[in-house]
């Protein structure tokens, strides 16, 4: 059985599990500090890795801007001529005609900035969500004891979903009006610099909001996508365990919590709305007054002619094209701060860096593989529980080839061996070594690939049962995976299934029965060829048939492996060349069946028990 998680680092050290929780809160406080969007930078490289479309969206995104403002040129070129005495109708037809290529440049240049803008979001996103799960993978256990894998999979779904919404949409409006608005502001300066200087009057009074409550909005829009991601992290958490939480009669119960969570999530967003429709309704009235009293002056200089009636229509075509996109830019900025949000939450993710990982120079694991695996002196507790070690000077030798079965009470620390020795873990004292290659000199991914894992309830995968047998080694052809499902005694009831090895198992292979399913991961572990063996109560779930079953296919599997085997029923580790007693994390005996009965130590009461029962 495993055991339970978490324990020490060396003394005046933080444990993995406490420099995670330290490192998630101060991410916390920066994100509650920041006042900017300097979150939205981690987007740099993404973009540079698309330089040439982002090219060709700044191309079309400047000729559509500028198709748009020469509207207000041609406009003008209509109306300054219109009182014109013998106005000849050919002139202003071809006056028309300048609007209508203005117009079609206007339509052509739009769609394109619209396609490259947004293909150029769509694939920095899938970009970003690919390099984030990718990150995650390389996470170790101790990341997931401080975090759910609910609230992982909101970051990576809803979070990333606002950024793409910002990419996709936000950020080809925002950029338009910006560059509308700068344009328009170029020119109002040229058509009338004095009711240009009176609109520029306002603006500071239009951007104070913009400050004022976007501040506010990012810090509520972080707040609703926390309580979100508790809402996904409780679903998860009842989803995972529906068949108990039905066995119990605990589906109101779950329905109730997650209720309460998305109540909470909702609450939050209302606040980030209501706060963002009052920034931008302050920013419109402004804008639009400003404007409009601007536009009144513009009207009496008219009369008096001090400015001509083309000029003063391009003037009030220019002043609504600004007060639009500082309207516009005051909404998206909304989504701006929301995304900023986002991608803070996403680069905790990323930063997020596991406590094992390759030294700088990795010590080469030495070819061909032997199997010998030693531990000497190994102290370790989980992070989070350093009062609590689970192994306490613990030494074991396990010989290339040999078979060595480590049994003892739960908590005795047998799991935590496997956990070291697959390096979720590193021990705080002592080393775990492998081939004269000590662990911590050594690339996890060369150390792992030694080994091959069947667990109590090994997680199998949606797909066919030949894809959960390839899993264990990526390229299998048939005829290996045909070998390995041999060996593991699977042919049989995967020859009963309607398509054989090509079945769709479900999702988790539940439409297997426990024995199958147990079956099917001793052909995963099987092709792997590994020279490690590594069984943890593999048999210890399944009924007197199926074990039979399964233990027969364990002994194909340990020919030619050294293997380590868990087991709290010991008639399945009695054919062991050795038998390694735990206790309290310790080694406390050693020896074959017949030796530790004779011993009458902890062994012989265990399995007094055991068989005196049977």
Do not use: C
Not at 3 to 23: D, I, M, N, Y
Not at 59 to 71: D, K, R
Not at 430 to 447: F, I, S, Y
């Amino acid at each position: 059985m495993a055991e339970p998680g978490p324990q020490a680092a060396a003394p005046g050290r933080p444990t993995e599990g406490q420099a995670l929780a330290q490192s998630l809160a101060e991410g916390a406080a920066r994100r509650d500090r920041s006042r900017n969007v300097h979150a939205l930078r981690r987007l740099g490289p993404f973009l540079v890795a698309h330089s040439g479309r982002a090219l060709a969206s700044l191309v079309f995104l400047l000729l559509s801007t500028g198709a748009t403002l020469g509207m207000s040129g041609a406009i003008r070129l209509v109306v300054d001529h219109l009182t014109d005495k013998g106005l000849d109708p050919a002139t202003v037809d071809q006056r028309f005609l300048v609007i209508g290529a203005v117009a079609a440049t206007l339509a052509v240049s739009t769609a394109l900035r619209f396609y490259f803008v947004t293909s150029l979001g769509e694939r920095v996103v899938a970009d970003l969500r690919k390099a984030t799960y990718g990150h995650i993978l390389t996470l170790d256990p101790a990341f997931f004891l401080q975090t759910r894998t609910g609230e992982v999979l909101s970051r990576l779904t809803t979070d990333i979903a606002i950024v793409e919404n910002l990419l996709a949409t936000s950020v080809s409006v925002a950029l338009r009006n910006l560059l509308t608005l700068i344009g328009a502001l170029i020119l109002l300066v040229f058509v009338s610099p004095q009711l240009t200087g009176l609109v520029l009057l306002t603006f500071p009074f239009v951007i104070a909001p913009l400050f004022l409550f976007g501040r506010q909005v990012r810090k509520l829009t972080t707040r609703a996508q926390d309580r979100f991601a508790d809402a996904v992290g409780s679903a998860g958490e009842s989803l995972d365990a529906l068949e108990t939480v039905q066995a119990f009669g605990r589906e109101r119960a779950a329905a109730d919590r997650f209720g309460a969570a998305v109540e909470q999530a909702f609450s939050a967003q209302l606040r980030r709305i209501s706060t963002r429709a009052a920034m931008t309704a302050a920013v419109i009235v402004l804008v639009f007054g400003g404007i409009v009293g601007v536009f009144w002056l513009g009207v009496h200089a008219g009369l008096r002619g001090e400015i001509s009636w083309g000029a003063l229509f391009q003037f009030a075509f220019l002043s609504v094209m600004a007060a639009g996109s500082v309207g516009a830019l005051g909404e998206t900025w909304g989504d701006v701060q929301k995304a900023s949000g986002a991608m803070e939450r996403v680069g905790e993710l990323l930063d997020a860096q596991p406590g094992v990982a390759p030294p700088a120079n990795p010590v080469a694991l030495p070819q061909p593989p032997r199997g010998e695996v030693a531990f000497e002196g190994v102290t370790f507790a989980y992070p989070g529980r350093p009062e609590l070690p689970a192994l306490k000077g613990f030494s074991l030798h396990v010989r290339p080839g040999e078979r060595v079965a480590l049994v003892g009470p739960s908590g005795a620390g047998k799991s935590t061996v496997f956990r070291l020795l697959l390096r979720f873990y590193d021990p705080q004292a002592g080393r775990v070594v492998v081939d004269g290659v000590t662990l911590t000199d050594a690339d996890p991914k060369e150390v792992r690939a030694r080994m091959a894992l069947v667990a109590q309830e090994s997680p199998l995968f949606s797909g066919s049962a030949a894809d959960n047998v390839r899993f264990g080694r990526e390229g299998a052809n048939d005829l290996d995976v045909q070998s390995a499902v041999r060996a593991a005694q699977a042919e049989g009831f995967l020859n009963a299934l309607p398509e054989g090895l090509a079945t769709q198992v479900g999702d988790r292979a539940r439409s297997l029965s426990g024995g199958q399913r147990q079956r099917l991961a001793i052909a995963r572990a099987l092709i792997r060829e590994a020279p490690i063996l590594l069984l943890d109560e593999a048999t210890s779930a399944l009924d007197a048939e199926n074990e039979h079953l399964v233990q027969r296919a364990l002994d194909e599997a340990m020919r030619g492996h050294t293997t380590l085997v868990i087991a709290h029923r010991l008639a399945t580790v009695l054919k062991a060349d050795r038998i390694v007693v735990m206790d309290d994390g310790r080694v406390v005996e050693e020896g074959t069946h017949n030796e530790l009965v004779a011993k009458n130590g902890l062994y012989a009461r265990l399995a007094a028990l055991q068989f005196e029962a049977a």
